[in-house]
Protein backbone atom coordinates (compact mmCIF):
# COMPACT_ATOMS: atom_id res chain seq x y z
CA UNK A 1 0.00 0.00 0.00
CA UNK A 2 0.96 3.87 -0.60
CA UNK A 3 0.55 6.14 1.89
CA UNK A 4 -0.60 10.26 0.65
CA UNK A 5 -1.30 12.68 3.22
CA UNK A 6 -1.47 15.91 1.48
CA UNK A 7 -0.89 19.69 3.45
CA UNK A 8 -0.92 23.39 2.94
CA UNK A 9 -4.33 24.11 1.93
CA UNK A 10 -6.15 27.34 3.32
CA UNK A 11 -8.06 30.29 2.80
CA UNK A 12 -6.46 32.99 0.68
CA UNK A 13 -7.81 35.89 -1.07
CA UNK A 14 -7.73 36.02 -5.10
CA UNK A 15 -4.41 36.67 -6.11
CA UNK A 16 -2.91 35.11 -3.17
CA UNK A 17 -0.62 31.97 -3.27
CA UNK A 18 -0.73 28.32 -1.52
CA UNK A 19 1.60 25.51 -1.84
CA UNK A 20 0.54 21.80 -1.20
CA UNK A 21 2.62 19.05 -0.41
CA UNK A 22 1.88 15.58 -0.92
CA UNK A 23 3.93 12.95 1.15
CA UNK A 24 4.32 9.91 0.39
CA UNK A 25 5.38 6.69 2.07
CA UNK A 26 4.92 2.96 2.04
CA UNK A 27 4.89 0.30 -0.63
CA UNK A 28 7.14 2.05 -3.45
CA UNK A 29 7.18 1.31 -7.01
CA UNK A 30 10.00 1.43 -10.07
CA UNK A 31 7.98 3.98 -11.93
CA UNK A 32 5.42 5.92 -11.12
CA UNK A 33 2.88 9.04 -11.35
CA UNK A 34 1.96 11.24 -8.74
CA UNK A 35 -0.67 13.66 -9.84
CA UNK A 36 -3.35 16.71 -8.17
CA UNK A 37 -6.94 16.51 -8.73
CA UNK A 38 -9.43 18.76 -7.48
CA UNK A 39 -13.57 18.35 -6.61
CA UNK A 40 -15.61 21.54 -5.88
CA UNK A 41 -18.89 20.23 -4.17
CA UNK A 42 -21.72 19.17 -6.96
CA UNK A 43 -18.90 19.20 -9.39
CA UNK A 44 -16.84 15.95 -10.71
CA UNK A 45 -12.91 15.27 -9.67
CA UNK A 46 -11.00 16.99 -12.09
CA UNK A 47 -7.61 16.94 -12.96
CA UNK A 48 -5.19 19.86 -12.25
CA UNK A 49 -1.69 18.50 -12.69
CA UNK A 50 0.88 15.22 -12.47
CA UNK A 51 4.25 14.61 -12.62
CA UNK A 52 6.35 11.37 -13.16
CA UNK A 53 8.31 10.69 -10.53
CA UNK A 54 11.47 9.32 -12.67
CA UNK A 55 12.09 11.67 -15.32
CA UNK A 56 10.01 14.75 -13.64
CA UNK A 57 7.58 15.81 -16.84
CA UNK A 58 4.99 17.38 -16.18
CA UNK A 59 1.46 17.96 -17.41
CA UNK A 60 -1.16 20.82 -16.21
CA UNK A 61 -4.81 21.19 -16.92
CA UNK A 62 -5.35 23.88 -19.33
CA UNK A 63 -7.45 25.89 -16.64
CA UNK A 64 -4.16 26.06 -14.02
CA UNK A 65 -1.20 26.29 -16.85
CA UNK A 66 0.77 29.47 -15.87
CA UNK A 67 -0.50 29.56 -12.62
CA UNK A 68 0.80 26.31 -11.22
CA UNK A 69 3.81 24.49 -10.92
CA UNK A 70 3.92 20.68 -9.70
CA UNK A 71 7.49 19.82 -8.61
CA UNK A 72 9.06 16.84 -6.63
CA UNK A 73 11.54 16.42 -3.74
CA UNK A 74 12.79 12.46 -4.12
CA UNK A 75 15.02 12.79 -0.86
CA UNK A 76 11.54 13.90 0.73
CA UNK A 77 9.42 11.81 -0.86
CA UNK A 78 7.07 14.72 -1.52
CA UNK A 79 5.88 16.44 -4.25
CA UNK A 80 4.47 20.23 -4.06
CA UNK A 81 2.11 22.31 -6.16
CA UNK A 82 2.63 25.92 -5.80
CA UNK A 83 -0.41 27.73 -6.61
CA UNK A 84 0.03 31.37 -7.86
CA UNK A 85 -2.70 34.16 -8.90
CA UNK A 86 -4.91 31.92 -7.29
CA UNK A 87 -8.96 32.62 -8.46
CA UNK A 88 -12.34 31.52 -6.54
CA UNK A 89 -12.81 29.21 -9.03
CA UNK A 90 -10.00 27.19 -7.78
CA UNK A 91 -11.87 26.42 -4.56
CA UNK A 92 -12.11 22.99 -3.78
CA UNK A 93 -10.49 20.15 -2.30
CA UNK A 94 -7.04 19.16 -3.28
CA UNK A 95 -5.64 15.56 -3.69
CA UNK A 96 -3.03 14.37 -4.56
CA UNK A 97 -2.62 10.55 -5.90
CA UNK A 98 -0.49 7.75 -7.47
CA UNK A 99 -0.47 5.55 -10.58
CA UNK A 100 1.88 2.91 -11.80
CA UNK A 101 4.24 3.15 -14.88
CA UNK A 102 5.15 6.32 -16.92
CA UNK A 103 2.15 7.53 -18.61
CA UNK A 104 0.79 10.80 -17.00
CA UNK A 105 -2.74 10.04 -17.54
CA UNK A 106 -5.92 12.51 -16.35
CA UNK A 107 -8.40 10.57 -15.40
CA UNK A 108 -9.15 9.96 -11.83
CA UNK A 109 -10.06 6.34 -12.26
CA UNK A 110 -6.13 5.59 -14.20
CA UNK A 111 -4.57 6.34 -10.13
CA UNK A 112 -4.22 3.66 -7.89
CA UNK A 113 -3.76 4.89 -4.61
CA UNK A 114 -5.72 8.54 -3.24
CA UNK A 115 -4.95 11.03 -0.32
CA UNK A 116 -7.78 12.31 1.89
CA UNK A 117 -7.73 16.14 0.35
CA UNK A 118 -6.66 19.58 1.96
CA UNK A 119 -9.38 22.28 1.41
CA UNK A 120 -8.38 25.69 -0.65
CA UNK A 121 -10.53 28.11 -0.51
CA UNK A 122 -10.42 31.46 -2.46
CA UNK A 123 -11.83 34.05 -1.34
CA UNK A 124 -12.86 37.34 -4.03
Known amino acids: QVQLVESGGGLVQAGGSLRLSCAAS????????VGWFRQAPGKQREFVAAISWSGGSTKYADSVKGRFTISRDSAKNTVYVQMNSLKPEDTALYYCAVRRGFAIGQAPAGYDYWGQGSQVTVSS
Open 26 to 33: GRTFSSYV
